[in-house]
């Protein structure tokens, strides 16, 4: 039943308004979560990967860690963070000990894809 003052003409236009409103609310707030997430990026080509971190140019046992675990598990710079603080005492002194065998034998003289490709292969301890 119709209130008075309303006309069923005006009655259907201001519940589609309403209903506009809604459906532009609710496409605003899905367009913002897309952007959050990435979900609204373009798509990387197939085979390509995107860097989200990279390891530093010095020389060290937790740079050589760092090639390692990025290059044979891959993940956030956090999720390394993690790892390498869980690794114990004598593993960390075998990524030195390897660091500077190669950096004396002259492997590693600088930090070029093709020089890092040479030991980021190499075990993880």
């Given at each position: 039943m119709l209130d008075k003052g309303v006309t069923p003409a005006s009655g259907s236009n201001d519940s589609v308004n309403r209903e506009h409103e809604d459906n532009t609310e609710a496409s605003a707030i899905t367009a913002q979560a897309s952007m959050q997430t990435g979900?609204?990026?373009?798509?990387?080509?197939?085979?390509?990967?995107?860097?989200?971190?990279?390891?530093?140019?010095?020389?060290?046992?937790?740079?050589?860690?760092?090639?390692?675990?990025?290059?044979?598990?891959?993940?956030?710079?956090?999720?390394?963070?993690?790892?390498?603080?869980?690794?114990?005492?004598?593993?960390?002194?075998?990524y030195k000990d390897e660091a500077t065998k190669l950096v004396s034998s002259g492997v590693w003289s600088n930090g070029t894809a093709d020089v890092i490709a040479k030991f980021s292969d190499g075990e993880m301890y």
């Open positions: 979900l609204g990026q373009a798509p990387q080509p197939k085979g390509v990967m995107k860097k989200t971190w990279r390891p530093p140019s010095n020389k060290s046992a937790r740079t050589l860690c760092m090639h390692r675990y990025q290059k044979q598990i891959g993940g956030s710079l956090e999720e390394f963070n993690s790892y390498y603080d869980t690794l114990s005492t004598d593993q960390k002194a075998k």
